[in-house]
């Protein structure tokens, strides 16, 4: 079965970087691209960027561009994000998923916490 | 972007009801529009993708309408474990967006 597994929670300090594994498996992990998606506490759902995990081509939304970086190790199956300068209002629960016809598969979310 | 607006904000229902949700694009999406519920603590769940074809495993009492802008989900007889909050998204243009979403609570 599909499955994608993510990292567990985290605590920064503003400034700091933090980066989320998703490990995917029940799949052909390239047949597929994968997003991220956070969700800050009791808000919506925000789409940050996407990665093909066939060659690697990325795309970004533009509030993210300069600081997230999407990466995948195909030896693995699995996918990163990581998000720097981290500042109070990135706290969040942030998601991975498979993005195939709408994001049918989601990992389980992880928390960072960004606080002084 | 594209901006997806859904009403109403907050549905009250008793089960066994009728749900109608809606979402409205500020510009044309063709169909590539998707529905989601997530439910406290977890992650979202998709529901219906292309605006009408429904995810794996979803049950037929779920289902989605329309093209262009205006887009419906219905679902057809409230189930307990449909009291969720209910989101659409479009994947039409880059970025992808999502609208605000809708809570369906126990009347």
């Known amino acids: 079965q599909v499955q994608l597994v993510q990292s567990g929670a985290e605590v920064k300090k503003p400034g700091a970087s933090v980066k989320v594994s998703c490990k995917t498996s029940?799949?052909?992990?390239?047949?597929?691209?994968i997003s991220w998606v956070r969700q800050a506490p009791g808000q919506g759902l925000e789409w940050m960027a996407w990665i093909s995990t066939y060659n690697g081509n990325t795309n970004y939304a533009q509030k993210f561009q300069g600081r997230v970086s999407l990466t995948t190790d195909t030896s693995t199956s699995t996918a990163y994000m990581e998000l720097r300068s981290l500042r109070s209002d990135d706290t969040a629960v942030y998601y991975c998923a498979r993005d195939s016809l709408g994001f049918d598969y989601w990992g389980q979310g992880t928390l960072v916490s960004v606080s002084s | 972007e594209i901006v997806l607006t859904q009403s109403p904000d907050t549905l009250s229902l008793s089960p066994g009801e009728r749900a109608t949700l809606s979402c409205r694009a500020s510009q044309s999406v063709s169909n590539y529009l998707g529905w989601y519920q997530q439910k406290p603590g977890q992650a979202p769940r998709l529901l219906i993708y292309d605006a009408s074809n429904r995810a794996t495993g979803i049950p037929a009492r779920f289902s989605g309408s329309g093209s262009g802008t205006d887009f419906t989900l219905t679902i057809s007889s409230l189930e307990p474990e449909d009291f969720a909050v209910y989101y659409c998204?479009?994947?039409?243009?880059?970025?992808?967006?999502f609208g605000q979403g809708t809570k369906v609570e126990i009347k």
């Open positions: 998204q479009q994947r039409s243009k880059w970025p992808v967006t």
């Open positions: 029940g799949y052909t992990f390239s047949s597929s691209g």
